[in-house]
């Protein structure tokens, strides 16, 4: 960045493209993860139409945990909130505009205890990095589900696999990785993965991946290519960039 502005590089960035479309997504791996659609939609085509390890429970009603109340995070509270659940939120930032019924802020250990369902939507920091590990997987309530579309260094995955292993996490629905960039956007089906941490999780019954495709909407994409089409216009012509980031030299 500093080297950047030295050579009289700009950057600028897309901010912001449907936070909804990722919202959405963390409530798919919820009810996919809980009604286990995903699995009847394979038997049924094979013509089994047993009912068997297929039952779920009730999200309505549930305390559902938001680590993070940025825009995505604002998105997906207002999806919970309307499905009858409480959330409790977690933001260094509170937004007061979510303070509501059914919503409330509260402290990181408060929202890990109570919580049925906890789904990330903070940034990756060296603050945040392995926010999930085993110290706060044990302040879980048993049998917790826990869903993230935000970064895949969020959770520690071997903390997390030894939850799966001694059941303290009932579901693990995962849309991000943080070995990811070997392994996604590719089709590997005729490889062998390396990847023996993704392979073990893979195997588990309760854990769902998805390959970081919860922004992947048309909305999203039209907004994504406006905003660069907009950022490209301001800087051929010279005016100030609405996007623009600059490095700032933090004391």
Do not use: W
């Not at 950057?11 to 699995?39: G, M």
């Not at 680590?67 to 659940?85: H, P």
């Not at 070995?179 to 089906?189: A, G, I, P, V």
């Not at 309760?206 to 048309?218: G, Y």
Request: charged share 25%; net charge negative; aromatic share 8%.
């Amino acid at each position: 960045m500093p080297d950047a502005e030295e050579a009289g590089i700009k950057i600028v960035r897309v901010p912001a493209y449907s936070p909804e479309a990722v919202a959405e997504h963390a409530l798919a791996l919820i009810l996919t993860l809980n009604r286990k659609t995903h699995k009847a939609y394979n038997r049924v085509r094979e013509g089994n139409f047993s009912l068997e390890r297929l039952i779920g429970f009730n999200v309505s009603g549930k305390t559902v945990g938001v680590i993070g109340t940025g825009k995505i995070g604002a998105a997906f509270t207002r999806i919970m909130t309307g499905m009858g659940c409480r959330v409790i939120g977690y933001d260094k930032f509170p937004d007061e505009r979510l303070k509501g019924p059914g919503f409330e802020y509260g402290s990181l250990e408060k929202l890990l205890k109570f919580s049925d369902i906890i789904s990330l939507h903070c940034p990756l920091t060296p603050e945040t990095a392995y926010l999930v590990n085993k110290q706060t997987l044990n302040l879980m309530k048993p049998g917790v589900m826990l869903i993230n579309t935000s970064r895949g260094a969020l959770i520690n995955t071997n903390d997390v696999i030894e939850a799966l292993k001694n059941r303290h996490v009932g579901y693990l629905g995962i849309d991000v990785y943080e070995q990811e960039e070997k392994l996604f956007f590719r089709d590997r089906s005729e490889e062998i993965l390396q990847d023996e941490h993704i392979a073990y999780l893979m195997s588990f019954p309760n854990v769902l991946i998805t390959a970081h495709q919860a922004f992947f909407t048309r909305e999203a994409l039209v907004q994504i290519a406006t905003t660069t089409l907009q950022n490209l216009k301001e800087f051929e012509e010279g005016g100030e960039l609405t996007n623009e980031v600059r490095y700032v030299e933090v004391k």
